[in-house]
């Protein structure tokens, strides 16, 4: 199943146009879901458990919630520069080189591609002069 893009932004660093499918925290209709799995599991382990199943529901949330952000932080990472915002709040220089690493592993990023024609207009325009 495909999520609908939720968010559209530009990357700080190299300022492509990017669309995040998730959220930073969990909307009404995950908890909906949270509610679902837990009623359902209760149910599946009412014999053994009675109505201590419902508890289940503090189980299901933290593993919910753990799930739903480190897909956001996956999302967030720009597929293009490889910037990583949370990292660059963190720790400026572990970014740069995060930055630097993908765009060595890459080179054929369109990030890439666009400074190389920036630079191959320029020494045409030196070359006029």
């Known amino acids: 199943m495909k999520q609908s893009l939720r968010k559209e932004c530009f990357c700080a660093h190299c300022r492509s146009p990017r669309k995040l499918r998730y959220h930073r925290r969990l909307q009404g209709s995950h908890f909906l879901q949270i509610f679902v799995m837990t009623f ?43 910037f990583d ?27 890439l591609q666009r400074a190389r024609k920036l630079e191959d207009f320029q020494n045409s325009q030196t070359n006029l002069n």
């Open 40 to 82: 359902v599991l209760s149910a599946a382990l009412y014999p053994w458990l009675d109505f201590k199943g419902v508890v289940s529901f503090f189980l299901i949330w933290p593993a919910f919630d753990l799930t739903y952000k480190t897909m956001y932080r996956k999302d967030l990472k720009c597929p293009y520069c490889g």
């Open 85 to 111: 915002p949370t990292w660059y709040k963190k720790d400026v220089t572990v970014a740069r080189r995060q930055v630097e690493d993908f765009l060595k592993q890459n080179p054929d990023s369109p990030v």
